[in-house]
């Protein structure tokens, strides 16, 4: 049931399309938005590569930031950068 928990939040989260404001140094006037997910494991691969392809597919010119932990596999990591 946590593992549930924890898959529906995942998926929500990265659903949300997490954007995000950062702000130069120093109080700096230029800012930049990226869109922002987390992946924490080879099994939520596909939704953060759906995730991607939706962002792409509506031309958003916006960064798209994965955070992946280390338990995600070289291969997942190779896949994401595709």
């Known amino acids: 049931m946590v593992r549930l928990k924890a898959n529906l939040w995942f998926l929500l989260f990265s659903i949300a399309l997490v954007s995000i404001q950062l702000k130069g140094s120093f109080g700096s006037e230029s800012s930049k938005e990226a869109y922002v ?3 924490y494991g080879d099994e939520f691969l596909l939704g953060v590569r759906v995730l991607g392809k939706s962002i792409r597919d509506t031309g958003s010119s916006k960064d798209m930031v994965a955070l992946v932990s280390d338990g995600v596999s070289d291969y997942s990591k190779k896949l994401l950068k595709v």
């Open 37 to 39: 997910t987390l992946l």
